[in-house]
């Protein structure tokens, strides 16, 4: 194994970049410059040389002879993805003219897009801010994955902290919750597995009858947007049975006795009639969880995605503390991780670029709206410019059919940073040729284990492409921009957002570097929240008008008698797609085939649809065509799209999110994919809906 950068032959160390809570250690083997495989680093405790099939098969997305590989400049209407390629100077100053116009007249115009296409520290919005606090862009509430459960977290437990993945191989009880790790979380699963041969229990949560489920000892097949009620009903069990931890509860929590009385509340009769499910598993898991010492929750993000998301994240993420699970190592509750770092981000974005500018900020989650209001003197400007990197808006933004139609505007400037000719990438008036994983630098930390990582550039950029931070280095100096800043190197930038958080060296030699996180870390309290306590009743929120304490937030959109859109739809990810990356990797899409909607027997049989049928899936917003499975993995009322296809990969141009909407969960500003109603008929009998 080698140290220096672009050897012809060598084996060089890295991290998988993408929007998954493992961050795995990469080793990328390199035979006459080019990478010929990747792999887990089997050094690397988290990772322990195993990759997910997605990852495994970089090298084929890297050398996709779909790359685009020099910039292009549009020649044909919009969405149609007619380009023809211009020189990097070309391209550089007639974006930099065009932006200066705009931002002459009002820079809050212009507005940034991205998100986690690349989960790296310097690659995702080192640069890029730096960019945009200078011209003085609208800032993005980036929003679309992870805030509601985020907020919920610290407004409980003080920050997206929790146990250590490693010690799950421990637990005697591992509640999987709104998560399915056999698709999104591999390195966590491999760990239940230990878990489990060692005797643990094994309880899965999800509306969906998902591959994770199916090996679980238990599943509860919840209605969407029911988990806070499930929540509470186990608070009342807990306390009915004496199951709980008066000690641990008297010292290191605030607002129990609220918190009882809203639980109290809950019966089992009750609860099992909002979740939709049987009592006796209600019943069945609160013991499971009050009478076993090594209990452990295991929560995602696909809980969160939906009106009462963050609200249903503060009420799971109060049983730890009642049964005093949090007391051992393998105990307690783990979302995010994402608070055991400490990214130096004042130094890596520099807000004081800004000087005394406030820009508004857009939520990303309302870009349809965003891209359509004309503008006012209290909302701001219409947006003229967007400028997208790690993100392709027009498939994983919420309501497409009304971001097509922002990004239709033949007024609207938009330039897009990519590998590939995405949806969004076909609308754009330029689009710029960006480097992959293995032709860059970059350090990143994970949100589902504590350890920091460095990733060394393996190969050159394939053909003309650039990193992100170079692109903006360029819009910079086009810009006539002349602080030091835009010309820090991307190296120095990793060690600029480290700062004094690790050793440097010790991550340049090795890789990666654990940071110094607590075995149990709230086994004496010492919870980061403002009382040091688990907060199940909250000052902040009290303060912003809000209820101090968790509760039940019924969804959106829920059926009542006679309603058009009796079914609720999820939209959790195809197995061998990550959000919409992979998607266009010929060998991963054979494997899914091709869009696909689950449904019940219960469900299909009155509509006369069978496995392998199209299907057209409806509702007010629009309409998406696929084919349907009828299994077990729906169940009756609720429907699964699986995604995040390509919008012009879906058999009539649209994907399930042409079906969502831009409403906001009732904490941290976040879309609600999961709260959604439709209706499924047969494409030959569709007519009579249209």
Not at 635 to 663: D, M
Request: net charge negative.
């Amino acid at each position: 194994m080698t140290d220096s950068v672009l050897e012809l032959n060598a084996v060089v160390r890295g991290l998988c970049p993408h929007d998954c809570p493992d961050t795995c250690a990469l080793l990328t083997t390199v035979e006459n410059g080019r990478a010929v495989k990747v792999q887990g680093n089997p050094d690397h405790k988290h990772t322990q040389g195993v990759l997910c099939t997605k990852v495994s098969r970089y090298t084929e997305r890297t050398y996709s002879a779909e790359r685009i590989n020099q910039p292009l400049k549009r020649v044909g209407p919009k969405g149609l993805g007619q380009f023809e390629p211009v020189t990097w100077d070309e391209a550089i100053a007639d974006i930099a003219a065009k932006l200066k116009v705009i931002a002459a007249d009002n820079p809050e115009a212009i507005l940034p897009y991205s998100y986690a296409g690349t989960m790296g520290w310097v690659q995702g919005e080192s640069m890029a801010s730096r960019f945009f606090h200078k011209l003085g862009a609208s800032f993005l509430d980036r929003t679309i994955c992870a805030s509601a459960g985020g907020e919920g977290l610290n407004y409980t437990l003080g920050g997206r902290l929790g146990m250590r993945a490693e010690f799950f191989e421990e637990s005697q009880l591992i509640v999987i919750w709104g998560s399915n790790p056999i698709t999104s979380n591999v390195h966590f699963w491999r760990r239940a597995q230990v878990a489990k041969r060692h005797g643990a229990k094994l309880i899965c949560i999800d509306p969906r009858y998902s591959e994770t489920a199916e090996k679980c000892h238990v599943h509860l097949p919840i209605r969407p947007g029911t988990d806070a009620a499930l929540a509470f009903a186990i608070m009342r069990e807990l306390v009915v049975h004496d199951w709980l931890d008066h000690a641990y509860i008297d010292q290191y929590t605030l607002g129990w006795e609220d918190l009882k009385a809203r639980a109290m509340t809950w019966t089992l009769a009750r609860a099992a009639a909002v979740c939709g499910i049987d009592e006796n598993l209600i019943r069945d898991l609160a013991k499971d969880w009050g009478t076993t010492a090594k209990a452990a929750i295991r929560l995602n993000y696909g809980m969160q995605r939906v009106k009462g998301g963050g609200n249903a994240v503060r009420a799971v993420a109060c049983l730890p503390a009642l049964t005093g699970a949090w007391r051992d190592r393998a105990g307690g509750l783990l979302m995010s991780s994402s608070s055991s770092f400490k990214a130096n981000k004042a130094a890596l974005y520099r807000p004081d670029l800004l000087g005394p500018r406030r820009p508004r900020m857009l939520n990303m989650s309302t870009l349809g709206n965003d891209l359509n209001h004309p503008g006012s003197p209290t909302w701001g400007p219409q947006v003229k410019a967007l400028l997208v990197y790690n993100s392709n808006p027009m498939a994983v933004a919420p309501d497409s059919s009304q971001v097509a139609k922002g990004f239709a505007r033949e007024d609207l400037f938009t330039v897009v940073m990519e590998h590939f000719l995405t949806d969004t990438a076909d609308y754009a008036d330029y689009v710029l040729p960006a480097t992959t994983q293995l032709e860059h630098w970059d350090v990143q930390g994970s949100y589902g284990h504590t350890d920091l990582l460095l990733n060394r550039p393996a190969i050159a950029p394939v053909g003309q492409a650039l990193p992100n931070t170079e692109i903006f280095r360029r819009l910079a100096k086009a810009m006539a921009y002349t602080e030091p800043c835009f010309e820090e190197d991307d190296l120095s930038l990793c060690r600029t957002a480290v700062g004094q958080e690790v050793d440097f060296e010790v991550l340049w030699t090795q890789g990666f570097v654990a940071m110094p996180v607590p075995e149990a870390p709230f086994a004496e309290g010492g919870f980061p929240t403002p009382s040091g306590r688990c907060e199940f009743v909250s000052e902040r929120l009290a303060a912003m008008g809000l209820d101090p304490l968790p509760d039940h937030v019924a969804n959106y959109e829920v059926p009542v008698s006679g309603d058009p859109y009796p079914l609720a739809m999820i939209s959790p990810p195809a197995r061998h797609f990550l959000n919409s990356s992979f998607v266009n990797v010929a060998s991963l899409r054979a494997i899914e085939k091709e869009p696909l909607l689950e449904i019940s027997a219960e469900d299909a049989a009155p509509r006369g649809i069978a496995s392998g049928d199209t299907v057209k899936v409806f509702n007010g917003r629009g309409e998406y065509h696929c084919k349907a499975e009828v299994t077990s993995r729906a169940r009756a009322g609720v429907v699964n799209g699986l995604g995040i296809w390509w919008r012009k990969l879906g058999l009539n141009g649209t994907n399930v999110n042409e079906l969502t909407s831009q409403l906001l969960t009732d904490l941290g500003r976040a879309p609600v994919f999961y709260d959604c109603q439709v209706e499924v008929a047969l494409m030959e009998k569709a007519e009579q809906h249209v």
